[in-house]
Structure formats: C-alpha cells, structure tokens
C-alpha cells in the first residue's frame, strides 16, 4: 500500500507534499511499512515527532527557567541553568558530551550530533549505526538527515528495527491501543504526548481506511 497526497495532507496538514510524498512512500515500502495499520501507527508517531514534518532538528533554544524543568540534575538552580539559556549550541555539547560515543564539552560533538531528523537521531553512535546501515556519510555529514528523503529513511530504518511493524499489525486477541502506547514508549522514552499520537493515530486509520 502506498499514501497519496490527499493521504497525507488530511493526517498531516503542515506538510508539504511535494516534498514528503514520495521520500515517505519509498523509505515505508523498503522497511515494510506497506499496510494501513502499519503506515496509520507509524505516520502518527511522524506528525507528533516532527510537528508534521515540519521540525527536523531539536530545538535546544531553552530558557533558564525551562532548562531546571528538562534537566533538573543537571540544572539545579536557575543560577546554574543561565550559563546556557538561549544558547543551543553551548547546551548540546554541554548535555551530550561522553555520550553515545560523543568527545567531551570543547569536542563540539554535541552540537554536532544533536538531534535530527523525524525521530531525532541523537548521538554521534548512534549517526555512524544508522549511517552504516543505510549506507550513508551521516557522521561526516549529519545535515543529510535534515532532508525528506534521509529523514524518511532513517525513521523507517529506525521503526523497522525496534519490531514495531509486528506491533502496529492488528492480530486476534491483541489490544491495538496498548500496542500503540507501546510503539510510542519505543519511539520517545516515555508517554510525552500520547494523548496528541493517539489523534493522529485516529485520524490516520480513518483516512487510510
């Protein structure tokens, strides 16, 4: 199965089409993303991740007062936070450094290997894993995956591996909504916004349907 523009425009009106379209269609068909159920869960899951594709690269431009929110162990006074508020490339070297293979602070790996494209990707390891498997310079040029087709195809690599086709399919006897919160603990760490996904999710079943 394949979308078509009127596909993604209704699940995701901030999308440009003619950008996503076919990056979005090509990355599915090749990790297997090919039925309603699979494409529904799985689009759902982009529109919450990337303000409906219209977000590739983390926003790390935080206020002091946000970042005691977001990092309180790191940040643990407002004092201590407002060395880095309003200044994203200073926070990501200083939150990522000696993490995920990243170098230390002065390194820039941080920076560097921030989060990116419709998951964000995250990590310098994690860029030369995801670069590797899909052949592809991601560590020498970590911008690539702020393009549709990239960007498409690292998110369907990344859904593909972590089992989620297998999770979104429908099956006698299983419970469709928990394996949707279930897909999306995989995609984010947790349950952030899973009351938006789950409308998403809706939407899409319906529009596919």
Known sequence: ?????????????????????????????????????????????????????????????????????????????????????KNPEKLANFVYAGRGGNGNKASGDGWCYRGRGLFQL?????????????????????????????AALTAAQFWQRLGLNVLADHQMGDNDEKDFEKISIKINGGKVGLVERKKYWQLAKKTLN
């Open 122 to 150: 995250t990590t310098k390891d994690n860029y030369r894993f995801v670069g590797q498997a899909l052949a592809l310079p991601l560590v020498d040029k970590p911008d690539l995956l702020l393009s549709p087709e990239v």
């Open 1 to 85: 199965m394949k979308i078509t523009a009127q596909h993604l425009k209704t699940i995701m009106p901030k999308c440009n089409t003619d950008q996503w379209l076919n990056p979005l269609n090509q990355a599915m068909t090749q990790f297997e993303i090919n039925t309603s159920s699979r494409i529904a869960a799985f689009l759902a899951q982009v529109a919450h991740e990337s303000a409906e594709t219209t977000v590739l690269s983390e926003n790390l431009n935080y206020s002091a007062l946000r970042l005691t929110q977001v990092w309180p162990h790191r940040f643990s006074t407002l004092a201590v936070a407002q060395n880095y508020a």
